[in-house]
């Protein structure tokens, strides 16, 4: 029986041979905007604070991307950001953090909270056991955990300045703190690690306008320093809006009544 060679399957693409049968290369398939931007691991660290903007998609309110700024060397989505509801338990809301600019994207994580009407009757109860804080949990490098175990409000902190810890060794979540100022009005709120206190080492800002004097986007500046934390920057910074937007309702709430 005569033997017959496979010639394997080549990861380039073949080259083109011109009339003169000189070999050309092909040109290359431009990259697909919703494609996953490169890991950490492949694509290089920026030396520089790099700006990502949250834009909601327009054929999609319950959805949003983190962009980078235009002048980012690779300016494609990097998160994909959805809301929706927990299937077996329709009342309660589940935020899920993917990679890319799609609904097919790696798995980041998210969480699951109860509807703002519900935490703050839990918040004049002064439940630390309440249904409400039962049923929050966080999703993080694949573990689901209570969110009362990982995100914590500090308290107060020097007049209106809030500070809210993220983090649990325990889990092998890293630890950071987010400061803000005038508490809860917009603004821009610093992460940063505190352990090494007066010095310490800034992660990321976080940026909103009071919607009745700017239309802007909120905006992260991420550090240097802060890209190896930064999906857990993202779920943190998601669940710090939140409780800034609760924040408002209750004062509404409790000003009116």
Known sequence: MPSHTVTPFLDDEPAVLSRNHEPQQSTPVPIAPGENPPSYDVARIPEVPVTFTFSLMAANTNAMLVIPSIDSPDTRPLYHISVGLDPFFPTRMVTTVLKGGNEQGQYVGGFKTVPVIQAYKDHKAKSKSSPAAACQTVAVGGKEIMQSTVWKDMGTRKGKTKAFNWGDPRQMIPSFTWSCPAWPNAGKFSCYMDRNYPYNITYAEFTVSDPSESLTEPKLTLMPE????????????????????????????????
């Not at 779920?235 to 009116?256: C, G, K, P, W």
């Open 226 to 257: 802060g890209h190896q934390y930064f999906d857990e920057i993202m779920i943190s910074v998601l669940l710090l809006e939140r409780d800034r937007m609760t924040a408002i309702v209750q004062n509404e709430t409790f000003y009116n009544n």
